[in-house]
């Protein structure tokens, strides 16, 4: 008799806090207490404890993945005999981690602690950071065409512009401009660039880093923003919780940034603390909780690695997918 097959192997291997805390065997922290602080978000304490036990050990598998890829990048020029371009550093291919998940779940802070502790190993010193906000479509064209409402779905970013970011940095060019977004302005920066100049690693943060797009009609494929990424992480919570982290930063920059009157939520600093916070809970169920249950969490199942975070920040499990 045919042995059944088994639908059960799931694609991931799961760890807990504690198994994977393990897995940074004898790396040492390489970050000072000040450093960490300086990575905070706004009024947010990020713990050391946090980082040695969920980073550090993340911050030690890129490593060894980048130093695969930079071998296999090795043994390629080796095989067409591009050793010239190698030595004058033209074979250098920055290693590209996508960083995904909902709004407000803590893809910037992540990114930021990975960026600093991968910057640390030998094999990477240089590390870049871009995100993918600065490729919305500025505030008059969602406006003209009725998607200030939508803003961080997939039809409120300019698709090919990210593209050829990532088409441009993956041909070695340099350097390259990344478009910049300002949460202050609520808008894109017109003429203001964060140049990308071939670093080791690359990290592009984003809700819609992760997304497919339609097969087109006219037969000419578009390739998924991930096919640029050697490595992706996934940033999950409890919809629950993370709408209350929303609302909390949402009222943190109402004492903060919005007191500034040429911000752009300026107004709603005038507010009482219980209109802010009913503005902010407004907010986040018209747009951001159904972008994350119809757009973002689809994408979950396709990334490297998923951290679910539990309601501190603090990440409970960690699944690694399968080689
Ligand atoms: N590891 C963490 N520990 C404590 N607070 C965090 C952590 N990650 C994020 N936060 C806080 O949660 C909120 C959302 O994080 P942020 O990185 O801005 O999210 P995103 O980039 O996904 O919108 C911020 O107020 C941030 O300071
Ligand atoms: C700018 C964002 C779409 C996030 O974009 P990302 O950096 O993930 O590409 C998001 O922070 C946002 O502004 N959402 C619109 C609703 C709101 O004001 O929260």
Redesign the pocket.
């Known amino acids: 008799m045919d042995r059944p097959i088994d639908h059960g192997l799931s694609p991931y291997r799961a760890f807990s806090r504690n198994e994977w805390a393990q897995l940074r065997r004898d790396t040492p922290m390489t970050l000072r207490p000040d450093e960490i602080t300086r990575l905070?978000?706004?009024g947010?304490?990020?713990?050391i404890k946090?980082v040695e036990e969920i980073y550090l050990p993340l911050s030690r598998l890129l490593s060894l993945y980048v130093a695969a890829t930079q071998k296999l990048f090795r043994a390629m020029s080796h095989f067409l005999d591009a050793r010239d371009a190698e030595a004058n550093g033209e074979g250098k291919m920055p290693y590209i981690i996508g960083v995904a998940?909902?709004?407000?779940?803590?893809?910037?802070?992540?990114a930021r602690?990975l960026q600093a502790l991968l910057a640390r190993w030998p094999n990477t010193p240089k590390v870049d950071l871009v995100t993918t906000d600065g490729f919305l479509l500025p505030n008059a064209i969602l406006e003209r065409e009725g998607l200030m409402e939508k803003k961080g779905f997939p039809e409120s970013y300019d698709l090919s512009l990210l593209l050829r970011f990532l088409t441009d940095i993956k041909a070695g060019r340099r350097p390259v401009r990344a478009p910049l977004y300002s949460h202050f302005f609520y808008d894109v920066m017109p003429d203001q660039y964060v140049e990308i100049d071939r670093p080791d690693i690359l990290i592009v943060?984003g809700?819609n880093v992760l997304q497919t797009t339609r097969p087109p009609k006219d037969g000419k494929a578009i390739p998924f923003v991930s096919d640029f990424f050697d490595f992706s992480v996934y940033?999950d919570g409890d919809e629950d919780v993370i709408e209350r982290?929303y609302v909390?930063?949402f009222m943190?920059l109402r004492s903060t940034a919005f007191t500034d009157p040429l911000s752009y939520f300026h107004r709603y600093s005038k507010l009482t603390e219980d209109e802010a916070k009913a503005t902010a809970l407004s907010i986040w169920r018209r747009i951001n909780l159904p972008n994350l249950q119809d757009n973002i969490l689809p994408t979950r199942q396709r990334a490297n690695l998923i951290l679910s975070k539990a309601g501190?920040?603090e990440v409970a499990e960690v699944k690694l997918r399968r080689l």
Request: net charge negative; no cysteine; charged share 30%.
């Open positions: 905070e978000g706004l947010v304490h990020l713990s946090e998940g909902s709004v407000a779940v803590g893809k910037s802070t992540t602690v943060e809700l940033i982290w909390e930063r943190r501190d920040h």
